[in-house]
C-alpha cells in the first residue's frame, strides 16, 4: 500500500480564522495541536519554530497556543525537531508531548520508541506525532540559492512559499512568483533521494496539501490516538472535513505522487546497494512482497 | 587457638573487597581487616592534561551508583581551581539534583540488605516500596541532571540549563506525592532493622566521624593540612594483605575516621548512636531530610534565572577543592587547572575513608555478623581504588610508592 496504514482519509481544514490566516494550507497541524493542548491531551509539543533568520526554522518546544501559532506555516527547510524531544521531556517535563514531524522524523521517532538507547524515558512520552507529507527537502543555503537565483528574488522578501501544481511559488508583499518544481531538482538534501515515504505512513495524523484543493489539507488518521484527537477536533466544531476526492486531482494524485515517489528511490537505492554503499533500506530484491514498502 | 575466616568477595555491595576475621574459638572476631581489591581503572589519571571539561565527564563514570556526587565533587573542584562563582540558582539545581540522588542510593541500599532484615512475607511490600520511590527520585535526577545516570547538564560554572517553570511544578507536586510514602518508607526500613535484633553494639568502635555538610558538601569545612595519606603496607599488620590491598589509607588527624549517613547526622544534628543498626536509622533519616530540602528548593528556585556564570578557562595552577556528601559519605575531588589543562588531579572518596574503620568495627563479635557490619557501610569499592606496582610474577611491590592513577 504506498499510502501505509491509515483508518480515515479525508479532507479538512481549520474552521478558527486566525490559523486559516498565517496557516500554509488547511491549517490542520496548527489547529490539531492548538485543540489537543487547551484539551491537555498533550502538555506541550516540538514545532518548528521562528529562529533568528527569516525562514530558518528551529525546533522549539511549544507549551501554549501561542508558541503553535508562531511555528504555523511550512519551511522548506530541515528543522531538526527530534533532536529537542529530550530536552522537551527533561528540562520542559512535559509528559505526553506531540510533535510535528516530516517522513524521515516519523521513522526516526518510531525508531527511537522501539529501541530507546539513550532515550530512555524520553521517546515513550510522545503522545501524538503529526507526520507532514513531504517530497523533499532542501538545505538552507539551497534554498536561498534557488529562491534568490530562480526567483530573482530577495530572500528577505519573502513572505510565503508553497509547492503545488507542480511548481514552486514564492509569495512576496506585492507578488507571486513560480517556477516548475523540477527546477529544484539537484538542490534537495542527499537523503531525500533515497526516502520511501511521501506520507509519513508511520505517524499518528498525516497531513498535507497534495490531493486537496486550495486552502484545504488531505488527512489520514492512522493510529487509534491519532483518530481519537481528531475526532475529538472535528465534534468540537474546530476542523470542519468533506469528502475525498477519488479522482484525478485527489486520491489519485495522491497515490500518484507517493508511488512515483517510492519509484525514484526504489531506483536510487537499488543502484546504491549495487555500489555497495550504506543504505539504511533494503534493496528491491530483498524484500518479501511489496517491492515499495517503506522498509 | 586463632582461625581465619575470610569472606572474598563480600557481597551485596558494589565493586570487589575482601574481609578477612581472626577469629577465636568461640568464633568471636578478634581482629578484622577489610580491604579493597578492585582492579584499577585509571581514572585520575585518564583526565591529567586534558581540558578541564573532561574531568567531570570522565570521572563521573568512577562508579554507576553514585555518578551524580563524583560529577558534583569535581565541577566543584573545577569551580574553585578557575575562581568561578556559580549563580545561585545553579547551587539549587546541583543541591536538588544530589538530594534526589540521596534518596535513591539510600533506596538502593535497603533493596541491598533486604536480605538481611526483611522477613519472608514482607519482602514483596519493601521491595515495591523502594521502587516507588526510585522511581520518582529518578525523574528529578532526569530532568534536573539531563541523564538519569551519567548527568550531562552538571557543568563546570554551573549548570547546562535552568528547568521551565511546569517542570519545576511538576516535579514539585511529584515529590510533594511521595512525602507519605516515603514517611512509611522509613518508618517500616526502621522497624524492620529493629525487628532484625542485632546484638547490642555490633559494629560500635571510637574512631570519629568525618562530614562537611548536613546532604551538600562545604569545601572550607575540610581542611586538607589535617589530612594524610599513607600507604597499606604501614597500615595494615599483615604484609600479604598490606601487598593485595588497592586502596591507600586516608588519615584525618592521624587517624581513621568514619564517613557516611551516621557521620553527617552526629556532626550536624546531634545524633549520639553507633554501630549497625544506629548507620542504618541515620541512612533511612537522612531519606526524610533530603526530601524535605529538595521539596524547599523547588518551591523557590527561580526557574528564569541564570545557571551559568561567565568564566576563563585558562586556570591559574590553584589547587581546587570540591567537597560533596555522597550518600556513603564525603567524596573529595582536587584538581589544578593551568593553560586550559588539567595539571592534576585526585579523588578522595567515601569508601576509602570507611575502609580502615570497617575491619576493626567487625571485631568483638561472632564472624557471621561481620558481612552486616561491612554492609551496614554500604561500601562502594569501584571509586576507592587507586594502585601500587607490582612485580607481575610474585607481586612484590616494585615501587614503593602509591601512584594516581
Excluded at chain 1, 77 to 85: K, Q
Excluded at chain 1, 169 to 193: L, M, R
Excluded at chain 2, 107 to 118: G, K
Aim: glycine fraction near 8%; include cysteine.
Amino acid at each position: 500500500m504506498v499510502l501505509g496504514t491509515y483508518k480515515q482519509i479525508t479532507l479538512a481544514r481549520s474552521t478558527d480564522k486566525q490559523i486559516q490566516k498565517i496557516s500554509q494550507d488547511g491549517g490542520i497541524a496548527t489547529g490539531l495541536l492548538c485543540f489537543a493542548l487547551d484539551e491537555k491531551l498533550i502538555d506541550g509539543a516540538v514545532v518548528a519554530g521562528p529562529s533568528d533568520e527569516m525562514w530558518k526554522p528551529e525546533p522549539t518546544v511549544a507549551m501554549s497556543s501561542d508558541d503553535i501559532l508562531a511555528a504555523a506555516g511550512t519551511k522548506y527547510t530541515i528543522s531538526p525537531n527530534l533532536w529537542m524531544v529530550k530536552e522537551a521531556v527533561r528540562q520542559y517535563g512535559l509528559e505526553k508531548a506531540g510533535i510535528v514531524t516530516i517522513p524521515c522524523q516519523t521513522m526516526g521517532l518510531r525508531k527511537m520508541q522501539s529501541y530507546p538507547i539513550g532515550v530512555r524515558f524520553v521517546a515513550d512520552k510522545i503522545a501524538l506525532d503529526i507526520g507532514i507529507f513531504c517530497t523533499e527537502n532542501f538545505p538552507f543555503e539551497s534554498l536561498k540559492t534557488f529562491i534568490s537565483a530562480k526567483a530573482g528574488v530577495d530572500f528577505g522578501l519573502v513572505e510565503k512559499m508553497d509547492i503545488g501544481k507542480g511548481k514552486f511559488w514564492v509569495h512576496t508583499a506585492d507578488d507571486v512568483i513560480s517556477f516548475p518544481i523540477k527546477e529544484t531538482h539537484g538542490y534537495e538534501q542527499n537523503g531525500c533521494k533515497v526516502c520511501l515515504d511521501l506520507v509519513s505512513e508511520l505517524s499518528d495524523v498525516s497531513t498535507g496539501s497534495i490531493g486537496a484543493p486550495d486552502d484545504w489539507s488531505a488527512v489520514m488518521t492512522r493510529t487509534d490516538a491519532g483518530e481519537t484527537i481528531f475526532s475529538k477536533a472535528v465534534d468540537a466544531g474546530l476542523i470542519e472535513t468533506k469528502a475525498m476526492d477519488e479522482g484525478k486531482f485527489g486520491l489519485e494524485m495522491l497515490t500518484k505522487l507517493a508511488t512515483s515517489k517510492k519509484e525514484k528511490a526504489m531506483k536510487v537505492i537499488d543502484e546504491r546497494k549495487a555500489m555497495g554503499l550504506p543504505v539504511p533500506f533494503k534493496a528491491s530484491n530483498e524484500k518479501e512482497g511489496d517491492p515499495l514498502a517503506n522498509v | 587457638m586463632s582461625e581465619r575466616v575470610v569472606i572474598s568477595p563480600t557481597s551485596r555491595q558494589e565493586g570487589h573487597a575482601e574481609l578477612v576475621m581472626e577469629v577465636d574459638d568461640e568464633g568471636i572476631v578478634t581482629k578484622g581487616r577489610y580491604f579493597s581489591i578492585t582492579p584499577v581503572r585509571g581514572l585520575e589519571k585518564i583526565v591529567t592534561g586534558k581540558a578541564p571539561e573532561t574531568a567531570p565527564v570522565i570521572t563521573q563514570r568512577i562508579c554507576g551508583v553514585c555518578p551524580i556526587p563524583h560529577t558534583l565533587a569535581s565541577v566543584e573542584a573545577m569551580d574553585d581551581s578557575l575562581d568561578i562563582e556559580i549563580p545561585k540558582a545553579a547551587r539549587q539545581l546541583r543541591e536538588l539534583v544530589l538530594c534526589a540522588h540521596h534518596i535513591n542510593s539510600h533506596a538502593i541500599h535497603q533493596f541491598l540488605i533486604a536480605a538481611d532484615v526483611v522477613p519472608e512475607d514482607l519482602m514483596v511490600t519493601a521491595i515495591n516500596s523502594v521502587s516507588e520511590i526510585r522511581k520518582n527520585v529518578q525523574y528529578v535526577v532526569d530532568m534536573v541532571g539531563g541523564e538519569g545516570i551519567h548527568p550531562s547538564d552538571v557543568r563546570i560554572g554551573g549548570m547546562a540549563k535552568n528547568i521551565s517553570e511546569t517542570a519545576r511544578k511538576r516535579l514539585y507536586g511529584r515529590l510533594k506525592a511521595l512525602k507519605p510514602k516515603l514517611d512509611a518508607h522509613v518508618d517500616l526500613i526502621i522497624g524492620l532493622v529493629a525487628d532484625k535484633g542485632f546484638p547490642e553494639g555490633l559494629g560500635v568502635h571510637n574512631q570519629k566521624t568525618l562530614a562537611t555538610d548536613v546532604l551538600y558538601g562545604d569545601r572550607t569545612k575540610f581542611d586538607l593540612d589535617r589530612f594524610t595519606e599513607i600507604l597499606p603496607e604501614s597500615w595494615y599488620d599483615d604484609p600479604e594483605i598490606a601487598k593485595r590491598a588497592c586502596s591507600t589509607v586516608p588519615l584525618y588527624d592521624g587517624r581513621n575516621v568514619e564517613v557516611g549517613p551516621r557521620a553527617r547526622m552526629v556532626e550536624f544534628q546531634g545524633f549520639k548512636e553507633k554501630g549497625v543498626v544506629a548507620q542504618h536509622v541515620a541512612r533511612a533519616l537522612e531519606m526524610k531530610s533530603a526530601l524535605s530540602k529538595a521539596i524547599d528548593i523547588l518551591a523557590e528556585l527561580d526557574t528564569s534565572a541564570p545557571v551559568m556564570a561567565d568564566y576563563d578557562i585558562r586556570g591559574t595552577n590553584k589547587l581546587g577543592v570540591g567537597a560533596i556528601e555522597g550518600p556513603r559519605g564525603m567524596d573529595i575531588h582536587m584538581a589544578q587547572v593551568n593553560n586550559g589543562k588539567t595539571q592534576f588531579y585526585s579523588c578522595l572518596v567515601p569508601t576509602t575513608w570507611n575502609i580502615p574503620t570497617m575491619g576493626p568495627a567487625t571485631e568483638g563479635f561472632h564472624h557471621e555478623f561481620g558481612p552486616h557490619v561491612i554492609r551496614a557501610y554500604d561500601p562502594c569499592l569501584s571509586c576507592a581504588t587507586h594502585m601500587i606496582v607490582v612485580d607481575d610474577e610474585d607481586r612484590r611491590v616494585i615501587k614503593n610508592e602509591m601512584i594516581r592513577i
